[in-house]
Every structure is written in structure tokens, then in C-alpha cells.
């Protein structure tokens, strides 16, 4: 299997790339929202993050969200050691998913691709890149969040620029270039990158 990851920081547009991969039949997995349930589902994870943030971390047996990013957000400290719980947990579950997909290639969308170390498992991986003003609006339209709240989290990323340089190939989602052509010349690449890599096997 063939094995992409997909990242850009918070409102670059991952997600709009990962719907279109999906629409060409490609399986995305994203490593949030499967965060988020794994959270719940994981009696271990469960347990070692009541005890470094208190039984207050789950309200009617779920997780609550809002009093976890209270605590992270105000701290980078405590937002790294959710990091460290979560993330190993995280790509075992990416791995065990990836072994299951038929498809010539298949995608892991994360935000945290390099930071979490989830990248050095994958074998191409994409950036999409969006300007910071312009990533700022979206989030405050999409989530509603403060520009201050916005640029907290952004702080905790990798510097987007960075983060680029990092990456096999770049989407750009600037409102000046169509993303679907650029999607549709990365998917011909990984087609083919996936087909020399059968060949070889």
C-alpha cells in the first residue's frame, strides 16, 4: 500500500483536498476526528488522560472537549503531554487501517503530520498551503473562534512556510489558483508513483 499523508495548518483546506481525493475514490483518514473517537473507545488512553487531567476530562462517559481545550490551549506544556498520549495511539490505529485498504494509494489527513511523527511512516506527502490572513478568516467564518483563540492554536504548529519545505509536493488554496486541477495532477502522480512501487515488489 502506498501510503500519503495529507497536512497544512488550521484553515489551509485539507479537508476540501481530502473530500476530492475521496470523490476519485481514494480512502482518506483522518487522524482527528479518529482521535476524537479513540478518546472515548480506548479504556487505556481514557484512563491515563483522567489521570493527568482529571476524571473532569469525560462528562457522561464521553469525552468533553471544551474543559480538555481550556487546560491544552492555555498551556503548551499540558497540550504537549495530550500530544504524546494521543498521537502514538493515533498512528497504530492509522497503520491498522492503512493494511486494510485495497485502493492504489490511500491518504492520512493531519494537521500534526511531522510534529506528531506520523510522517516518517508515510511514503509522499502533501502540503496544502494558504496564506495566514487568509486561513484566519475561514476559521473565524467555519468555527467562530476569536482571531487570538485562532492564532494560539496556529502558534502551536509547525511555521506553515516550514512545513511546506517539508513536503513532496504543495496544493496552493490562496483563492488564486483552482485546487481541483492541481488535485487532479497530484492524483495522476500518485497513481503512478503507486504503480512503480508494485512493479517493484
Same mark, same amino acid.
Given at each position: 500500500?502506498?501510503?500519503?499523508?495529507?497536512?497544512? $495548518?488550521?484553515?489551509?483546506?485539507?479537508?476540501?483536498?481530502?473530500?476530492?481525493?475521496?470523490?476519485?475514490?481514494?480512502?482518506?483518514?483522518?487522524?482527528?476526528?479518529?482521535?476524537?473517537?479513540?478518546? =472515548?473507545?480506548?479504556?487505556?488512553?481514557?484512563?491515563?488522560?483522567?489521570?493527568?487531567?482529571?476524571?473532569?476530562?469525560?462528562?457522561? $462517559?464521553?469525552?468533553?472537549?471544551?474543559?480538555?481545550?481550556?487546560?491544552?490551549? =492555555?498551556?503548551?506544556?499540558?497540550?504537549?503531554?495530550?500530544?504524546?498520549?494521543?498521537?502514538?495511539?493515533?498512528?497504530?490505529?492509522?497503520?491498522?487501517?492503512?493494511?486494510?485498504?485495497?485502493?492504489?494509494?490511500?491518504?492520512?489527513?493531519?494537521?500534526?503530520?511531522?510534529?506528531?511523527?506520523?510522517?516518517?511512516?508515510?511514503?509522499?506527502?502533501? $502540503?496544502?498551503?494558504?496564506?495566514?490572513?487568509?486561513?484566519?478568516?475561514?476559521?473565524?467564518?467555519?468555527? $467562530?473562534?476569536?482571531?487570538?483563540?485562532?492564532?494560539?492554536?496556529?502558534?502551536?504548529?509547525?511555521?506553515?512556510?516550514?512545513?511546506?519545505?517539508?513536503?513532496?509536493?504543495?496544493?496552493? =488554496?490562496?483563492?488564486?489558483?483552482?485546487?481541483?486541477?492541481?488535485?487532479?495532477?497530484?492524483?495522476?502522480?500518485?497513481?503512478?508513483?503507486?504503480?512503480?512501487?508494485? =512493479?517493484?515488489?
Amino acid at each position: 500500500m502506498y501510503r500519503v499523508g495529507l497536512t497544512g $495548518g488550521i484553515g489551509s483546506g485539507k479537508s476540501t483536498v481530502a473530500r476530492i481525493l475521496e470523490t476519485l475514490g481514494i480512502p482518506v483518514y483522518y487522524a482527528d476526528d479518529a482521535a476524537k473517537q479513540i478518546m =472515548n473507545t480506548d479504556l487505556g488512553l481514557r484512563k491515563e488522560i483522567q489521570a493527568h487531567f482529571g476524571d473532569a476530562a469525560y462528562a457522561d $462517559g464521553q469525552l468533553d472537549r471544551k474543559y480538555l481545550a481550556g487546560i491544552v490551549f =492555555n498551556d503548551p506544556e499540558k497540550l504537549s503531554l495530550l500530544n504524546s498520549l494521543i498521537h502514538p495511539v493515533t498512528i497504530r490505529h492509522s497503520e491498522h487501517w492503512f493494511r486494510r485498504q485495497s485502493a492504489p494509494y490511500a491518504v492520512r489527513e493531519a494537521a500534526l503530520l511531522f510534529e506528531s511523527g506520523a510522517s516518517e511512516n508515510l511514503d509522499f506527502i502533501i $502540503g496544502v498551503y494558504a496564506p495566514k490572513q487568509l486561513r484566519l478568516q475561514r476559521v473565524i467564518k467555519r468555527d $467562530g473562534l476569536s482571531t487570538d483563540e485562532i492564532q494560539k492554536r496556529m502558534s502551536r504548529q509547525i511555521n506553515e512556510e516550514m512545513k511546506m519545505k517539508l513536503c513532496d509536493a504543495v496544493i496552493r =488554496n490562496d483563492e488564486q489558483q483552482l485546487v481541483i486541477p492541481q488535485v487532479m495532477e497530484l492524483h495522476e502522480r500518485l497513481l503512478k508513483n503507486a504503480g512503480e512501487v508494485r =512493479n517493484q515488489k
